[in-house]
């Protein structure tokens, strides 16, 4: 059996929940309710109206406050609502004499906890006194939960944007060190020497150029960019003497030439990647002609993947304004000629149109990618370099 003592401890309030502050005007209720509260535990102190009570909250921090609605001047329910705006922690029980449905309700908005009518019995006191603590307490909790929350979001957030930032830097370093692996890969086994090793960059921003212009989305138009550079990989099982010949190529040497593109489809065609897959498309199709007549296929017209009618735009025109062992470089108004007049025969005329409406974003292109040897104007062009 337990001791009154022990009793009294299992039913005294948590300490930060001990301090009331008990507002009425009359003093006999004052009396009353804070000998009742102080033998569950409690700590009160006293306040005859609102002004008196703003004294005491400005200098002393409650858990709970008991306040009359009708009091001289200010009235309890105005008096609640601004101690709750301006002491979040505090919870509060309005005392009445009247048992009035519109005085509970206008309590309540207020921010009361509850209210008890005078006179109430001592149990009441007692049970709304505990009732409001445990809910203050719990709301208290609550929202010292929900900042904590608060702080593990923008923590978690911040770590998210850290890690973001450093997969996006992964990331351009991973595709960087792809783009320069591509370039090297493509200028060694294309040009094999120093003459053309521009070409394949000029190439592979021209195609970019077109594929933005027709309507692709940038991350598709940034993989043709990549994909581009292999198209002629293939190139790689064609003998240096047929590949840099300075002259007219005989039919059987012309046979090794065009096995280059479904060789380089072979090699780069053994991967899953994206990349390659694209990089393999090109390369099978970027000397297919819109009529036909190209190889390895013959295919025509939309038969044709995008990809490679596009590649061979870019191929082609670049070839024309650069310098090669068998021959020079060729004017840019001639280069726009020969694709004007490709139009429907040796490429997609869509394609044509588009690159020739772009033509001072390619003529960029150009300056910033020259060959080692070019000067501006030379040739009647500042594109120079090496082609399919």
Excluded at 78 to 88: D, F, G, K, P
Excluded at 325 to 351: C, N, S
Aim: one cysteine or more; aromatic letters at 6%; glycine letters at 8%.
């Amino acid at each position: 059996m337990s001791s009154a003592g022990e009793q009294d401890a299992q039913r005294a309030p948590a300490d930060d929940l001990a301090d009331v502050l008990v507002v009425d005007d009359d003093e006999l209720i004052r009396t009353i309710v804070g000998r009742i509260l102080t033998g569950e535990g409690y700590r009160c102190s006293y306040a005859a109206d609102a002004h008196e009570a703003r004294v005491k909250l400005a200098s002393q921090r409650f858990a709970l406050a008991f306040v009359d609605v009708m009091m001289p001047g200010e009235s309890g329910v105005e008096l609640v609502t601004s101690m709750l705006n301006e002491h979040a922690d505090l919870a509060a029980v309005m005392l009445t004499g009247v048992d009035d449905p519109e005085v509970a309700d206008l309590a309540l908005a207020g921010g009361a906890y509850g209210y008890l009518v005078k006179p109430f019995r001592p149990n009441e006191l007692r049970i709304s006194a505990a009732n409001a603590a445990r809910r203050r307490r719990l709301e208290v909790e609550n929202r010292a939960h929900l900042e904590q929350l608060e702080q593990q979001v923008e923590q978690r957030t911040a770590d998210l944007r850290e890690a973001m930032g450093r997969l996006e830097e992964a990331d351009r370093q991973v595709r960087q060190s792809v783009e320069e692996t591509v370039h090297a890969l493509a200028r060694t086994i294309e040009h094999r020497d120093e003459e053309t090793s521009a070409h394949v960059q000029r190439m592979s921003w021209y195609a970019a150029l077109i594929a933005r212009g027709m309507g692709w989305d940038e991350e598709q138009c940034e993989l043709l960019r990549l994909a581009a550079p292999m198209h002629d990989v293939g190139k790689v099982s064609v003998p240096d003497g047929i590949l840099f010949k300075p002259g007219k190529l005989s039919v059987a040497e012309f046979e090794v030439i065009k096995a280059h593109a479904e060789r380089g489809a072979e090699i780069l065609g053994k991967s899953d990647s994206a990349l390659l897959v694209l990089a393999a498309l090109v390369a099978r199709t970027h000397h297919e002609r819109w009529d036909g007549t190209g190889y390895p296929y013959g295919l025509a017209g939309e038969e044709i993947p995008q990809a490679g009618r596009i590649a061979a735009v870019s191929d082609v025109f670049d070839a024309m304004v650069s310098r090669r062992v068998y021959k020079p470089a060729l004017p840019i108004a001639q280069a726009v000629d020969a694709l004007r007049d490709g139009r429907g025969t040796q490429f997609d005329g869509e394609v044509v149109d588009v690159f020739l409406e772009s033509m001072e974003a390619a003529m960029e292109i150009s300056q910033r990618y020259p060959d080692p040897w070019s000067t501006a104007g030379s040739s009647g062009s500042s594109i120079v370099g090496a082609g399919a």
